[in-house]
């Protein structure tokens, strides 16, 4: 069974700066997808980025960007330049190349003015 | 194109009442999920459809919940009775394909308190 573990409950940052999310997992698969999802207060789930396992290159999305380490089973979310509307809950998820989601407990960004 | 769509938006209800969330996928997509959130956690599969077949109901408790999509397109959870654990968000997601490489395009939800 695959897991997805966010050690970091509440994080907060101020307005124009940088911000790490944590993220690790545990699976045997070889080949999986890895997602960051944004969760406002609206409650609907948008999809931030997404990471292929087998690709080596990190993805980006203008302001965020992702730190995928295979071998240490760890997807990290950076969020440059943070603005006010990136106040979020953030699931960090996985999955296998058919069926679901296992999401993370999430993480609660808080952005500053 | 249209997101996908749920409703109704709020319910409460007494514990041991029945209760019914719809969803309506993206047009085209054939996969079909239902997730319940609990408040503070992540999101947990409760059921997914391809087309109007079931994939997975590992996780649904089928002594209290039901789920279906008739001609593989609208699709129905409902909760019978319900208990004061099963207060949650419940998402509904669809996806074109059964790959899920790209995610699911998610509903807003539907949030239910059991009083």
């Known amino acids: 069974a695959q897991t997805v573990t966010q050690s970091q409950p509440e994080m907060s940052v101020q307005e124009a700066e940088t911000v790490t999310l944590s993220c690790t997992y545990d699976?045997?698969?070889?080949?999986?997808?890895l997602f960051w999802y944004k969760q406002p207060p609206s409650r609907q789930m948008i999809l931030v980025i997404r990471?292929?396992?087998?690709?080596?290159q990190n993805a980006t999305e203008n302001r965020f960007s992702v730190n995928f380490q295979k071998a240490a089973k760890s997807f990290s979310l950076k969020i440059s330049d943070s603005q006010l509307g990136d106040t979020a809950m953030y699931f960090c998820?996985?999955?296998?190349?058919?069926?679901?989601?296992?999401f993370g407990q999430g993480t609660i960004l808080t952005v500053h003015p | 194109e249209a997101g996908v769509a749920q409703s109704p938006r709020y319910k409460i209800i007494e514990k041991r009442q029945s209760v019914a969330f719809w969803c309506n996928p993206i047009?085209?997509?054939?996969?079909l999920y239902w997730y319940q959130q609990i408040l503070g956690q992540g999101p947990k599969l409760l059921i997914q459809?391809?087309?109007?077949?079931?994939?997975?109901d590992s996780q649904l408790p089928k002594d209290r919940f039901s789920a279906e999509r008739l001609k593989g397109v609208d699709s129905t959870l409902k909760i019978q009775p319900a208990k004061l654990e099963d207060s949650a968000v419940y998402l509904c997601?669809?996806?074109?394909?059964?790959?899920?490489?790209?995610?699911?395009?998610f509903g807003s939800g539907t949030r239910l308190t059991v009083v």
């Open positions: 997601a669809s996806s074109l394909e059964e790959e899920t490489r790209d995610g699911y395009t």
């Open positions: 699976t045997s698969e070889n080949n999986y997808y």
């Open positions: 990471q292929e396992a087998y690709k080596q």
């Open positions: 998820a996985f999955s296998t190349s058919y069926g679901k989601l296992t």
């Open positions: 047009s085209g997509h054939a996969t």
């Open positions: 459809f391809q087309n109007n077949g079931v994939v997975d």
